[in-house]
């Protein structure tokens, strides 16, 4: 049972447009909810997180939108940059569960120049 | 701090062999965990670890073993390699401050022939 859905599968964005990635999830025991950042080659890493109780969380050009009635949350890039490009995976965790993350599938970001 | 190192960066396994995946983590983390990721699957959990000598199932533990008899390493082992098993695998840790992080080895390409 996948309990993290992350679409689109795919984006392709022009240089200064904004990125959007949505991800929806089943368990209301969740309640940490990260977004990793992976280039070819390499692991993920930690971009941003939130947690349930804020609307929404902003580090630079990245923000997380929460919505908890509707079990969802997005990554939103501004101004995105070439180097933006990347696959990015949403995941969610519930403490006590020994930390373990539940991902979503992941979203091949492109950004052209 | 090194972070997460994981060796070999890349193996080729024929059907039956057996092989070690080794992880090492000097950022003294309690928690550590084994992931594998194959296109448009996300991550899944194989198996994890709370603290050396507790270790339990994830998502995928069936073909894979692991130990943990030190802080510091956790070993993943497949015995009876299968072409199932062809994937890219990660270890990651967390603890300390930022708990509910986890931080990601470079991952091993493993393909079963």
Request: aromatic share 12%.
């Amino acid at each position: 049972q996948q309990q993290v859905k992350q679409s689109p599968q795919s984006l392709i964005v022009q240089k200064g447009g904004i990125s959007i990635i949505n991800c929806a999830y089943e368990n209301t025991a969740f309640d940490y909810f990260p977004w990793y950042q992976q280039f070819p080659g390499k692991g993920p890493a930690l971009l941003i997180a939130i947690r349930p109780d804020v609307s929404e969380k902003k580090e630079g050009r990245f923000t997380i939108s929460f919505n908890k009635s509707a079990k969802q949350f997005s990554l939103h890039i501004m101004d995105s940059q070439p180097g933006d490009s990347a696959t990015y995976f949403c995941a969610a965790l519930r403490s006590g569960s020994a930390r373990q993350l539940t991902f979503g599938s992941g979203t091949q970001l492109t950004v052209l120049p | 701090n090194a972070g997460v190192t994981q060796t070999p960066k890349f193996r080729i396994l024929k059907i039956g062999q057996s092989m070690t995946l080794q992880c090492t983590q000097d950022m003294n983390h309690n928690y550590m965990y084994w992931y594998r990721q194959d296109p448009g699957m996300g991550l899944k959990l194989i198996y994890y670890s709370v603290g050396a000598g507790i270790t339990d199932k994830g998502e995928v533990p069936n073909g894979y073993n692991v130990s943990r008899s030190t802080t510091e390493d956790f070993p993943l082992r497949l015995e009876l390699a299968a072409p199932s098993q062809t994937s890219v695998y990660f270890c990651a840790s967390s603890g300390g401050a930022h708990y509910n992080e986890q931080f990601f080895g470079p991952g091993t390409r493993l393909t079963v022939l």
